[in-house]
T-cell receptor
Framework: AQSVTQLDSHVSVSEGTPVLLRCNYS??????LFWYVQHPNKGLQLLLK??????LVKGINGFEAEFKKSETSFHLTKPSAHMSDAAEYFC??????????????FGSGTRLSIRP | ETGVTQSPTHLIKTRGQQVTLRCSSQ?????VSWYQQALGQGPQFIFQ???????GRGNFPPRFSGLQFPNYSSELNVNALELDDSALYLC??????????????FGPGTRLLVL
C-alpha cells in the first residue's frame, strides 16, 4: 500500500541555522517523490522531485532532498534558513501501476517557523 | 505563460445545496487534477481528467463529479453538500497525462464554507 508520513507537524528553527523536514514513504512500485511548499494564501509550489535518477535532488531556494530506498525516506534539508522559508511543506509520493493513472498521496504537512 | 486559475476564490453554501468550481489549466497542459484540503491537513486526491475523460479517482463519493472541456479547463461539481465538505479545493494541471513523474502546477484554490 502507498503511504507517506511526515514525522513532524511543526518545526521551528532560528534564521541562519539548518532545516530538516522528515518524510518516510511506502510504495508497492517505483515511486516518484516530491516536496511542495504552500505559503499562506498562495498555491502549492514545487520545491523538488525525485524520479529514479540521482538520489540527491537539488531544488529551488537552496533546498535539497536525498532519496534513501533502504530507509524509505526522502528528507528535505536546507543549510541555512531564511525568514521567507516560513511556510507549510508537503511530501508527496506518486506511483503508477502499469498503464493506469498515477496515484498521488500527500503527507499531512510540516509547518516551518523561522525565529529571528 | 498563464498559470492555473480557479474561480471563485471564496464561496459560502448551505447543507444540501450544489456547487460548481472552475479551473483553467496552464497553457499547453491536457491533464487536470482536483484535491480537497481540509483545514490543517494535506490535500486529498479527488479525481483526475485527461483529454476530457476521468483518468483516476480517490476515495470520494459519487456526489463529487467533474468535467473537462475541449480547451482542457475543468469543473468540479459537488451535490448534496455536507458540513464536512468545507475545505480548500485545489486544481492542478500537468502537461502529459499525469504520469507518476509529472510535476503538477497548482492554482490558488477555492475556499468553500458549508453552513
Amino acid at each position: 500500500a502507498q503511504s507517506v508520513t511526515q514525522l513532524d507537524s511543526h518545526v521551528s528553527v532560528s534564521e541562519g541555522t539548518p532545516v530538516l523536514l522528515r518524510c518516510n514513504y511506502s510504495s508497492s512500485y517505483s515511486p516518484s517523490l516530491f516536496w511542495y511548499v504552500q505559503h499562506p494564501n498562495k498555491g502549492l509550489q514545487l520545491l523538488l522531485k525525485y524520479t529514479s535518477a540521482a538520489t540527491l535532488v537539488k531544488g529551488i531556494n537552496g533546498f535539497e532532498a536525498e532519496f534513501k530506498k533502504s530507509e524509505t525516506s526522502f528528507h528535505l534539508t536546507k543549510p541555512s534558513a531564511h525568514m521567507s522559508d516560513a511556510a507549510e511543506y508537503f511530501c508527496v509520493v506518486s506511483e503508477q501501476k502499469y498503464s493506469s493513472a498515477s496515484k498521488i498521496i500527500f503527507g499531512s504537512g510540516t509547518r516551518l517557523s523561522i525565529r529571528p | 505563460e498563464t498559470g492555473v486559475t480557479q474561480s471563485p476564490t471564496h464561496l459560502i453554501k448551505t447543507r444540501g445545496q450544489q456547487v460548481t468550481l472552475r479551473c483553467s489549466s496552464q497553457s499547453g497542459h491536457n491533464t487536470v487534477s482536483w484535491y480537497q484540503q481540509a483545514l490543517g491537513q494535506g490535500p486529498q486526491f479527488i479525481f483526475q481528467y485527461y483529454r476530457e475523460e476521468e483518468n483516476g479517482r480517490g476515495n470520494f463519493p459519487p456526489r463529487f463529479s467533474g468535467l473537462q472541456f475541449p480547451n482542457y479547463s475543468s469543473e468540479l461539481n459537488v451535490n448534496a453538500l455536507e458540513l464536512d465538505d468545507s475545505a480548500l479545493y485545489l486544481c492542478a494541471s500537468s502537461p502529459e497525462g499525469g504520469g507518476r513523474q509529472e510535476t503538477q502546477y497548482f492554482g490558488p484554490g477555492t475556499r468553500l464554507l458549508v453552513l
